[in-house]
């Protein structure tokens, strides 16, 4: 709600005020021709996950460059998204509940938009919506492919849910959501290849069904920054919803990616903190706590300062470890790579666009804050 | 940014939109109440922390009931309770750089304002940033009372710092910052009994020091919810800087109240979630994950629903663990009590006020994302 900016265009970064979130725009257009390259010559489209950037500006950068539109968690953040230019988005979520069913629905006027189910009654209510609206909504399946969090069971349950949808007058069966979320942050290459195996023999399960019901499955969506090249190979997704890749925090970064042929995105997202105590020798204490960067996929790391280790946050401060050769004064400004990306993003209003050291934009994060 | 209301006053509360941060009236003033009598008959006064609820309409609540004043972490905090009506702020922190330094000292043209300081060279700062917009500054020294983060060692260190301030032309020194954070969370009441003595020592050893020096000692400020009694007691504070006491988050219900003296605060403060899916017989998922409740300090309790345990967070879903006698249907609203109210608090735009089931009211949480 604050007013308060704490850059504006032209500053150098030395000049920004803390906390700020930082996007350092080569490290991310790097990112994305990464992402590019890496699908190139493939027959897999993009559809980035906006629940990572919130922006408009971002998916608008990346439908450019070839994504078929972005997918969000939820109907306001895929009202951002739409107010903001963005034309195709598949809320990759179930949404329950009159009130946001009339929004989803009203939305669908505007846009091309999608939305899952995995609950026969929760179809009814989104047929309901529909014709309410006046729209045919685009309705996929989420099946559980191994992440046990929502989805009906691959195989006949999902064939009698998507035949729900197929008759229901005011929705159409647009195919199935297989997002392996569980699979993401397993350390190991050859574990998370073996997760995305084991979702893809549920998906091909299904969709044999499917076919045999005659009822067909035009689009397989999933898959995240940890896995996705494993989905895009697999022949059997259509559509491929990583959404971290642009930033790359610090819990992705613990994953192994040799031998996974996914690139190695670097960091691109930064909380810019402030040295605001030195109370003694191997102690540093930073302006940027719990209200700055989530935690709940550990601490943020310092970047670029050897032997600072960020080691205890508090709901603005954050204690760091100082090793012999860090050299931390009061007023110092660094940069901090946040644990988690997407919940660390959703604290702030603007990314604070740098390059070459200067704030080249301030792009506002619309959806901060679009939980319904 | 989100314009969307979840809920409109009038409203029942089985009406409002999901995720929404629910406050129950009833229990709020009940916990305003106890605080009260807990200080009935006792030479102290107390000056919440608006850190936990970042709400001048709170704010003015507790100061009509005999609150001094708030104290805020940040200069953007301080600027929001002022502007939200608010006429003495103390920010319980170091502020560092120049662009914070201008507000704060022009804040103090508005407003009672006193700001901590622990290092000679901000001191030097404020004194200059306060002589540049004409005003008088109150500083407390910050002493390291036994929580490690922020703050000069009790004794000779803090009256040299207490002295530079009090050289300083545009500087007062207004007492000590002696809050010891690191006690609040002790489970067992002897434990945090043992904390605070060990920090009234620390206090006594400088204050005596002060006296000494001739500078004297006008204010003692820190406590929080978990010992705050304590410190009233000791005949060493003469503030405390309780905040949670409003709300009595998840974490704090764990610790040991009983002997302690202090009063058991009751939860008001509620993430109101919606079961969006109902996979299997023993799973349910709400639409409130790390965007919706901060995980920090453990995972949001299950409000009124038997058997039913939140497992796993994710960005925007929360996995129940049902028991057998959990009823819960896709579609059912429900009340999680956060592991962490303050930057659970810090994501939301809006309290909705709850009384009797119905919404009497929706406080703005003016200093959400105030981390500046």
């Known amino acids: 709600m604050s007013a308060y900016l704490p850059a504006a265009v032209g500053m150098s970064l030395s000049e920004v005020d803390t906390p700020a979130l930082i996007l350092d725009l080569d490290a991310f257009e790097r990112n994305l021709d990464r992402m590019d390259a890496s699908l190139a010559g493939k027959k897999i489209r993009i559809r980035p996950h906006a629940k990572s950037h919130k922006c408009p500006e971002i998916a608008k950068r990346q439908i450019a460059r070839g994504a078929v539109g972005v997918c969000c968690q939820k109907t306001s953040e895929a009202e951002a998204m739409v107010d903001g ?23 669908a006027r505007r846009a091309r938009v999608a939305v899952c189910a995995d609950d026969a009654g929760n179809v009814g209510a989104l047929d309901e919506a529909a014709r309410a609206a006046g729209v045919k909504l685009d309705v996929l399946v989420e099946v559980n492919v191994g992440a046990n969090r929502c989805g009906v069971e691959p195989g006949a349950p999902a064939v009698a849910l998507a035949q729900a949808i197929a008759r229901s007058k005011s929705l159409r069966f647009a195919g ?57 190979v697999s022949g059997v997704y259509h559509e491929l919803q990583a959404g971290s890749y642009i930033f790359m925090d610090a819990d992705y970064a613990k994953n192994e990616w040799t031998e996974s042929g996914i690139p190695r995105f670097e960091h691109s997202l930064f909380v810019w903190a402030t040295v605001m105590s030195r109370p003694v020798a191997d102690r540093a204490v930073v302006d940027a706590g719990l209200k700055a960067s989530s935690v709940d996929s550990g601490m943020p790391k310092v970047a670029e300062v050897e032997g600072a280790e960020y080691v205890k946050a508090s709901d603005e401060h954050g204690v760091l470890k100082l090793g012999g050769a860090a050299r931390l004064a009061v007023g110092d400004k660094l940069k901090l790579i946040p644990g988690h990306c997407d919940p660390t993003v959703n604290l702030y209003d603007q990314y604070v666009c740098v390059r070459g050291g200067k704030v080249e934009a301030i792009w506002p994060i619309t959806a901060r804050g679009a939980v319904w």
Chains 1, 2 share one sequence.
């Open 85 to 107: 230019g963005v034309p195709d988005v598949l809320v990759a979520n179930e949404v329950v509940g009159a009130a946001k069913l009339k929004r989803l629905a009203a939305l």
């Open 176 to 232: 199935l959501q297989a997002y392996q979320g569980a699979a993401q942050h397993l350390r190991k290459v050859d574990e998370r290849r073996a997760a995305i195996e084991a979702a893809c023999a549920r998906v091909r399960q299904t969709t044999v069904l499917l076919d045999k019901a005659g009822i067909g499955c035009e689009r397989v969506t999933g898959a995240g920054t940890g896995t996705y090249l494993f989905e895009a």
